[in-house]
Structure formats: structure tokens, C-alpha cells
């Protein structure tokens, strides 16, 4: 993404020690002034064929007598002339201003360039001005060109495609939107060019290709718009390369950007969310869970954090279990009693972090669960058992929780608790014949020889 003023520039400096021919003539050497003068009747002409002439008496004045302040801002004078009346499509006055800007450039670097002869930079600042007035009347020009009527046109056609009836429709309107976009792009490239230290043509740029789905193209532009943006707006333009990225599904991509932009703005939790998400999906959980316990810090009670650490410290938990395992199948039991015990110290932290979600979001379904379920595999049956009760209150159509309320009851030797649970889980499932049959046992423990009947009865049915 380099623009090739920086070429042109050499290019123009380089004419100084370059041939050149007068109307098809060989040149002699004429004085500054008839250079000068001669170049001013062909420029003042109007007459597009006598331009060349004018360059060709431009080009002998740098050869012959190197850089000229005077002589650079006619040279900048003709590119802005064959601009308006020669110059037809985008890409034919993207050539005119980059001659424009390097020609500006030039006549910069020659007024601050005392080896010089001084009366080469006689009325430098007039000249100065005078062109760089010029740059700042076209990048408004073509800067405005792009936001206010080109990038429009592009969201019509988009709408356009997005409602089109049918695919010839369709692809019609796609061709013009990519002909605008094109036209939209080549017209802030000039508006670059012309003020290179604006991000807002950059953005401009962006925007286009975020319009139309390009979004690879979209974050390097917004790049370049990050080098020369303010501090205040430079978070947004960062953040919209990172969903920019999560776009292609580069989660990989977003990440640099969600991290400067959390260092810039390090109480947005929000998208510090999104940086641990994006580290999750890539299986940097380490760097996620680190993301996480940040967030805890600004906002103990956050729910996405609160899980994503309780989620952290099970994926520790199972991996704990397996080297367990592992090492007792090969009959180390030092070994196996280590990872066990890091595997209870896991669940541990896995379950504070859950229990703490479940209490300060009561009817949060996935934190409850978890709670419930780690309870459950830490033999905590009295917390289980509560928990899932709960999950069964919040989940009235689900015979799983009911269930698992009624076993872990029955575990604690919570009888009356159990029946209750496991009559509603029938209540729900009227075809669990398992817990027909633990209904069946409860109520003859019980003394309850009807309701007894009344299951076994269900059991021979459900046979």
C-alpha cells in the first residue's frame, strides 16, 4: 500500500540531469528567464497540445540549471490544468496528482535547500503557498467526492443487491457497485496522496471495503489510518480492525488488535471480553484466563469472566484426571495421588468461580449447571442436590434436573426430598421406568403401600 510519489519525486529530480528535447528540436541553452517565459505563453494559451511544450521548456530550465522554485510551481501548475481538461476517467487524474504532489514535494525540498543558489528560491513562500493552497482545495474536493457521493451510491447498490429479485437483477447491480467502489477507492487514494497525514481518506478507504465485504483489504487501510489518527479516535480505528478480522473468522488476526486496544482503554471490559474469547477460540487458554482475572479485577461479579475461569479451571481439572489415570495404569500411585489432588484443587476453583456466578445470576442456566454438576463429582450432595433442584425450578419442562435432584437427595439419605423430585420428574416423563421403580422402592420404605402399588403398576405397563 506505498504510493509511488516518492518515485515521481526522484523522477523529477533526476530530469535535472536528464536529455531533453524542444519540440522535437535539439535543445540549446536558453536563459532562466526565456525558459521561464516561454513555458508561461504555452501554459497561458489554454490549448492542451502546447502543454507539452511548456513541460519540454520546464524540463531544459531543471537540466540546464537544476531545481527552480518558480519553474516547479508551474510544473505543479500544469498537472492541476491537464487534471481538469484532459484527465477523463479516476485512474488517468490519479496520475496527474501524483505528478501534482511530487512536483509540490520538490519545490519544498528546493526553498528549504541552501546549497541552492538564492535566486533560484526567489519567491519561495508565494510559491509555496501558492501550490500547497492547490493540494488542500483537491484533497477537499476529492475527499468530499468520496464520502458524500461515492460511498452513498456504494450503500444504495449494496441495498440494492441485498433486495434484488433475481439473479440477473443482482448481478447488475453488483457490477455497478464494484465500478463505484473502485472509482471510490482510486478517488481517496488521491485524497491521500494530496494530504497523506489526513487518516480521514484512509478511513474513507476502509469504510469502502468494509461496505463491500473486502475486510482483509478494510484493516490494512485503517492501518495506515492508525499512523497519523489522534489519540482520542485511535482506539476505534484499532477496534475495528479487530471485528474487522473476526469478519474472516481470524480470530487469530483479532487478537494484536484487541490487545492494543484493551492497553489503550484497560477498564473496556467489554472487549476485553472479546480478546479472552478470541484467545479461547485459538486455544490460548492460559492467555485467556490471565484476560479474565484482569476483568475480575474491574468487575468481581462479571458473569462472562466468572464462567470463562470456572470453564479454565475444569479444562486444568480434566487434564489432572487424565494424567491421574495414566499414571495408575502403569501403577504409580505417588504419581497418580499428586495429579488426583491437583485435580481436586482444579475443581475447587472451578467451583468457586461458578457458585459465585449462580449466586449473583439466579436464573443464569450454564453456571448452575456447573456448580451442580461439580458438586455432584466432589460427592457434595446436599449442594448438588439443591442445585439441581433449582435448575428443575427454573427448567420446569426438564425431567434431567428433576432427577438429578431426586438421586442426589437419595444419596444423602433425604427420602421425603427424593420422592418429591423423582414425582416430578415422572410428572415430566411419565416413560422413566427407573424412576418409577426408585419411586416404587421409596414408597414401600415408606410404609406407602398404595402409592407403591400405584408405581409398580406403571413399571408392568411401561414393560
Known sequence: MKFTAKLLLIFVLLVCLASSTLAGKKDRKLTISAYLSSAKI???????????????????????????????????????????????????????????????????MCCENDQIKKKHRKDCDKHVEFTDSLKVQYWTIFYNKGVQELLPQVENYQSEIDAAPDSSYRADYEQRRKATLDTLVTTMKMAALLNPQDHRSYVGISTAYEKAGEFRKAIEWLGEAVKYVGDEEKPNLILRQAFDAIQLADFNGAIPYFKAYTELLPTDIVNMGNLA?????????????AVNQKILEIDPINRDALIGMGRYYNQLAREATDSSTAYRRVENEEAATAWTERRDAQFDSSMTYFKTAAENYPDDIESLEQYATITGLKSLNAEAAAAFRKLADLETSSAEYSRAAGDFYLRDQKFD?????????????????ETWQRLA???????????????????????
Open 42 to 108: 504555452e501554459i497561458i494559451s489554454g490549448d492542451l497540445e502546447r502543454y507539452e511544450t511548456a513541460v519540454a521548456y520546464l524540463d531544459s530550465l531543471f537540466m540546464h540549471y537544476g531545481p527552480h522554485a518558480e519553474g516547479l510551481k508551474l510544473m505543479a501548475q500544469v498537472q492541476v490544468d491537464l487534471l481538469e481538461k484532459k484527465a477523463v476517467s479516476p485512474e488517468e487524474k490519479l496520475v496527474y496528482v501524483e505528478k501534482l504532489v511530487a512536483y509540490v514535494d520538490s519545490l519544498h
Open 441 to 463: 422402592d421409596l414408597y414401600d420404605n415408606a410404609g406407602d403401600t398404595e402409592k407403591a402399588a400405584a408405581a409398580k403398576k406403571k413399571i408392568e405397563e411401561l414393560k
Open 277 to 289: 474469547i478470541c484467545y479461547n477460540n485459538c486455544g490460548f487458554y492460559d492467555s485467556a484466563a
Open 417 to 433: 426430598e427424593a420422592i418429591i423430585e423423582y414425582e416430578r420428574t415422572v410428572e415430566r416423563d411419565p416413560g422413566d421406568a
